[in-house]
């Protein structure tokens, strides 16, 4: 009996040791003009959480761990971001931060991280400059908004689109895609400009811009709802002008904001095809929609491989230690479900980026890279 008591000791001990857990920062909006995006985003790192808990963690310097997520809702305002990064570097004392959506919070929470030694691994913002600030801390899985902008100019340089106009955000994010495309393609193809700020719904001046200028086609460097309701004015106005869109555009949940003929021939660039006969994609498409109901998301799958990769870096790390784990982060080469990841020596990975259409039956299909070019149900 005695003996059989110590092998039930010995037993719960074990279970108990493998069942300690290691808090990881999550920074995001979960409430305010960004939560829509906020739930692809924590969707992506619940999915791996679950995976890797499932799994029975995993193992740092030969000690077992399960992941919890310490989520702090930050609503794309900079000033919270930077208080929830202190506040995960002093009272949480966590090893590494990962998540934020806005350029601009992440802006905010970068210096911070830096301060405290504390890696921010971001899985979606894309202004370009926060991996040129020096910041050794700071980490970028998703393409930026110059490797975004790169892949569409190459796309469009192969078609008859000019003059090409655009509609754009009033900020940062709209007019340096603006210049981007501008410094790729020529001004000499370039059109009728026009910028908006947030909040705005009536694009009816910029419409009449277009078809004066005789556009071949219209870019709509703009989110979803915005996105949609440009879409619906361009068209309803007559105009069978080519689109062209971004990453928020590319997805059914855009689908059900307009209908497939007003968005049939629309062209996006994309992060993450969810239909794309890629076996990573694949699966993780079919994980997703069982967990959640809904197609993959591309803010979703970014997030995903952010906490495996992580999750990886601190296994190689060896030790619970901010220092390690960015030497270990900047060794890494990690094959996620968005592609090869590996970070150059600012921070930065370089996923493939893909660019996607619209077919008339609400389906896509990939038109590039040429090597994964697929038709309607691919993309």
Same mark, same amino acid.
């Given at each position: ?15 108990? &040791? &493998? ?133 569409? %100019? ?18 940062? %994010? ?73 990453? &928020? ?99 930065? &990975? ?30």
């Amino acid at each position: 009996m005695a003996r059989f008591f110590g092998v039930f000791l010995l037993l719960v001990a074990c279970g108990a &040791a &493998a069942q300690e857990k290691l808090a990881i920062g999550i920074v995001t909006s979960l409430s305010g003009p960004m939560a829509a995006p906020g739930k692809f985003q924590m969707n992506g790192f619940r999915l791996a959480e679950e995976e890797i808990n499932s799994a029975g963690g995993f193992s740092v310097g030969g000690k077992k761990y399960l992941v919890e997520l310490k989520v702090y809702d930050t609503r794309a305002n900079p000033a919270e971001g930077a208080s929830a990064m202190q506040r995960l570097a002093t009272v949480d004392k966590v090893p590494v931060v990962l998540g934020e959506l806005h350029s601009g919070v992440a802006a905010a929470e970068a210096p911070v991280a830096q301060d405290y030694s504390i890696p921010l691994v971001l899985t979606i913002p894309t202004g370009p400059n926060l991996t040129e600030q020096g910041n050794r801390f700071l980490f970028r899985v998703n393409a930026n908004n110059d490797q975004l902008t790169q892949a569409l %100019a190459e796309f469009i340089a192969g078609q008859a689109w000019t003059p090409l106009a655009f509609i754009a955000w009033n900020n940062d %994010a709209g007019r340096g895609g603006v210049n981007g495309m501008k410094k790729l393609l020529g001004e000499a193809r370039i059109g009728y400009v026009g910028y908006f700020n947030v909040g705005e719904v009536d694009f009816s001046s910029h419409v009449s811009n277009i078809r004066a200028g005789n556009a071949r086609a219209v870019m709509l460097l703009m989110d979803e709802e915005p996105g949609s309701l440009a879409i619906k004015q361009i068209r309803d106005a007559g105009l069978k002008t080519q689109l062209v869109g971004t990453l &928020a555009m590319g997805s059914d949940r855009f689908l059900k904001r307009l209908d497939a003929q007003r968005l049939e021939g629309m062209v996006q660039y994309n992060a993450f095809p969810p239909n794309a006969k890629v076996p990573g994609i694949r699966v993780f498409s079919e994980r997703y929609r069982k967990k959640y109901g809904e197609e993959a998301h591309g803010f979703a799958a970014q997030s995903y491989d952010g906490l495996k990769l992580t999750v990886a870096a601190l296994q190689k790390a060896g030790k619970i230690d901010g220092r390690a784990l960015r030497d270990a982060l900047a060794a890494i080469e990690y094959d996620g479900v968005i592609g090869h990841i590996k970070f150059d020596a600012k921070g930065q &990975a370089h996923p493939p980026v893909y660019v996607t259409q619209w077919c008339s039956d609400g389906k896509r299909r990939i038109l590039y890279p040429e090597t994964l070019k697929a038709d309607c149900g691919a993309g």
